[in-house]
């Protein structure tokens, strides 16, 4: 089964490539494929306008890297926690409760969280 992993990066280091896959060190929890693949498209308008950075801070983009790596900036959490509290509601799965966890976790922190795509 493929899945997406999304974790909290405690020490961001601006201009460093975070492209080595190491869900370990950044306590990640997975997300079916099956499942975030439904919500890219039910909230693709809402992803569209989420800035991201993709491998690194010097490579802005917007919503998540589907096949690679994503950096989700501190100012961007409440956006995409607003994208997973409307998903849950509408698909009531366990691993959106887990991610909405993970999420509120960096904002309460401050932090930029990873996501390694499929």
């Known amino acids: ?3 997406h992993d999304f974790g ?16 370990e060190k950044y306590n990640c929890i997975s997300i079916d494929d099956d499942l975030l693949e439904q919500i890219i498209i039910e909230y693709r308008i809402d992803f569209i306008n989420m800035n991201t950075y993709f491998i690194g801070s010097t490579q802005p983009g917007n919503g998540l890297d589907y096949c690679g790596v ?5 100012e961007s959490l409440e956006q995409f926690i607003d994208i997973i509290i409307k998903a849950n509601k509408q698909f009531k799965a366990r691993d959106l409760e887990l ?6 976790e960096a904002i309460k922190a401050n932090k930029y969280l990873i996501h390694y795509g499929i």
């Open 1 to 3: 089964m493929a899945k």
């Open 8 to 23: 909290i990066i405690d020490f961001f280091e601006e201009g460093k490539w975070y492209s080595n896959y190491e869900p």
């Open 70 to 74: 994503t950096l989700i900036p501190p």
């Open 99 to 104: 991610l909405l966890e993970k999420i509120a």
